[in-house]
Structure formats: C-alpha cells, structure tokens
C-alpha cells in the first residue's frame, strides 16, 4: 500500500458527514443503537465521551481482541454491508476499548473493528474507558444481546455467561440452578433456593434485560444446549429457526436427522411441513403393549402402600401431573 493510500484511509476514521442522523446507514445504525443500549444496563458511559468528536484516534494494530468476546459468528452479507459503509464513510460510530498494559482491549465493536481491518484502516475513532474485566465482560455480554439478529442459541449463552458473572459463578453451573428453581416453584423439591441471594440475583439480571422471565427462559431456551452438534451449528448460523431445530432434534438417527435440516434449508420448509416428515420416520407406537403395561401399573399402584409414605406419594402426584399434561397435548 502506497503512503497516499495509507493517508486516504486514515482520513476515513475522522471523515464527519455534514449531517451525522442522515449520512448514517442501517449497518453502522444499528452498531450505535446496541452500545446505546448496552449503557442502560452496565457501566454507563457519559454522553459527551461516547460521542465521535470526543474519542481519540487509536491506531488499529493497538487494539487486541479480548479472550470471552461473546460473539461467534458474523453474518457474511451483514458484514460486506458494513465493509463498504466503512470504505465509504469511515467509522461513525467509536469503538469502546479499556487500557491494558500498552495495548488497548476491544469491549465493543467488534463488526467496525473487523470492518476497518477489512478496508486496511490504519486508526480507528475509539473512547478510551478504565474497567476492570469483569466490567468489561459484562458490557460485551449486555451489548451483544442487545443486537437485533441475535439468534436463540447466541441469547441462550450470552445470557447464561451473563448470569455466571453476576453469580459469580463458572458457566456450567447456572443451568442446574435454574431448572432447581423451576422444579422448587413447581414444589416439586424442597425449597433451598428461591427467595435466597442466587434466585434474587437471577430475577434481577432478566428483569433489567426486559427479554422474557426466568421461567420461559427454562422452559425455551435451555432445551437448545442438548440439541445436537450438527443442529446447534444450523441454528448458530442463522440457517433455521429454533422451533424448527426442535423438531428436527427429536429424529435419532444422525444421517436421518442431516437429511431433514439440509432438506428444511434448502426449500424453506414450514414447522409444520418438517414435523410431516419427522413423524415419517418415527416407528408406529407399540399402543397394545403400552395399553397393557398402563393396566398393570395401575393395579400396583391401587394395591402399593406408597399412600402411607408422603414423600412418595409428592413424587406419585408429580407423575401424574405429567402423564395427564403428556395426554393433554394430544386432545
């Protein structure tokens, strides 16, 4: 690259249009509207050091990625929207970076800052911020859910590694602590968490996130982590929705299983179109063998002492609870 292309492009990062609300596009819009988004909830920065005439031209090859970036995958023509918005106007929006040692880590903006490597920008418009990394990693997460296009299974982890922040707690942990708080609501288990510091917290993180409850959380969203591989990456991808990913999870036999998502993609199948074609594939149900064995448990249960036991007999009504949703959902 030439001295006067270097100059050229340099000059792209402080470039300000004559009027700021209209030369901005959609692509560089919607980056400002999640950072705007993300200061409601965490680490709030001032309106005059957010803005592109207060930040600071920091040079790109300063910045460095932080190690629990949120965000995994970048949709392609999304991206080549923002690569020639950037080519075109620079960046009008500053990335946020925080100190660390002689390097400055990327908190947010990830998109502008692959953009303007993209279009071999050689500095960047930024707002310099002092935060611990906790702080940081909160903000990411804050903003990242924030985003318009955020799939299911982007919101389902972000949340959670949102929640094992606050909790301070690791990752893993935060999905066992919500289905016992679901299980305690339901009384299905002695109460040990609901109403202590943990659920208070959690509470507290949806309410501020103002996306759904803690219990449709559960009920939704959690279901999405035991999908299988090949599902998660179709629906990380954008390639199908959640309540189609769902149905075609339940088909066992991975080739099988390959052969729906692929045919789903390709001709857009409906939910109701792939569910057709799932049941396809599932073997008649043995009604006569299940019609007998229901018959022989309830003559064990009418003779059984599991009436004089209380513990059993929650356990009994949980059963039952079930069995009765179970037949519910086919009337």
């Known amino acids: 690259m030439s001295p006067r292309q270097t100059t050229q492009r340099s000059r792209a990062t402080t470039r300000k249009p004559r009027n700021v609300g209209s030369a901005k596009n959609a692509a560089q819009k919607k980056e400002e509207d999640s950072t705007n988004l993300a200061t409601t909830t ?35 023509s999304a991206m080549q929207a923002l690569f020639e918005s950037v080519k075109r106007d620079g960046i009008l929006m500053p990335l946020l970076v925080r100190p660390v040692g002689n390097k400055y880590e990327l908190v947010a903006g990830e998109r502008r800052y692959k953009a303007a490597q993209e279009v071999g920008l050689t500095e960047v418009p930024a707002t310099i911020r002092e935060m611990s990394e906790s702080q940081a ?15 299911p299974l982007e919101e389902t982890e972000s949340i959670l590694q949102l929640l094992a922040l ?24 002695t109460r040990n968490v609901s109403g202590n510091e943990s659920a208070s917290t959690v509470e507290q993180v949806f309410t501020e996130l103002g996306r759904m409850n803690w219990q449709s959380f559960v009920r939704t969203r959690l279901p999405l982590l035991k999908l299988p ?43 109701n179109e792939i569910r057709e074609k799932v049941k396809a594939l599932q073997p008649p149900a043995e009604s006569g063998e299940i019609q007998k064995l229901l018959e022989s448990t309830y003559k064990k249960v009418k003779k059984s002492k599991v009436w004089e036991n209380p513990d059993k007999q929650e356990r009994l009504k949980s059963l039952l609870a079930e069995l009765s949703a179970l037949l519910s959902t086919e009337e």
């Open 42 to 76: 965490t680490v709030p920065l001032d309106k005059k050091e957010d803005s592109l005439a207060a930040a600071k031209m920091v040079p790109l090859g300063k910045i460095v990625m932080a190690s629990s970036q949120p965000r995994r995958y970048f949709d392609p």
């Open 137 to 151: 990693v909160q903000y990411a997460l804050v903003e990242n859910l924030q985003r318009e296009d955020l799939n």
């Open 166 to 189: 606050r909790l301070g707690c690791n990752y893993s942990e935060v999905p066992p602590l919500l289905y016992r708080m679901e299980n305690e609501a339901k009384g299905k288990i």
């Open 229 to 271: 591989d090949n599902i998660l990456e179709a629906l990380r991808t954008g390639r199908i929705e959640y309540t189609k990913a769902l149905a075609i999870a339940k088909v066992s036999s991975d080739s099988d299983r390959q052969e729906i998502l692929d045919t789903a993609v390709d001709y857009s199948l409906s939910l």
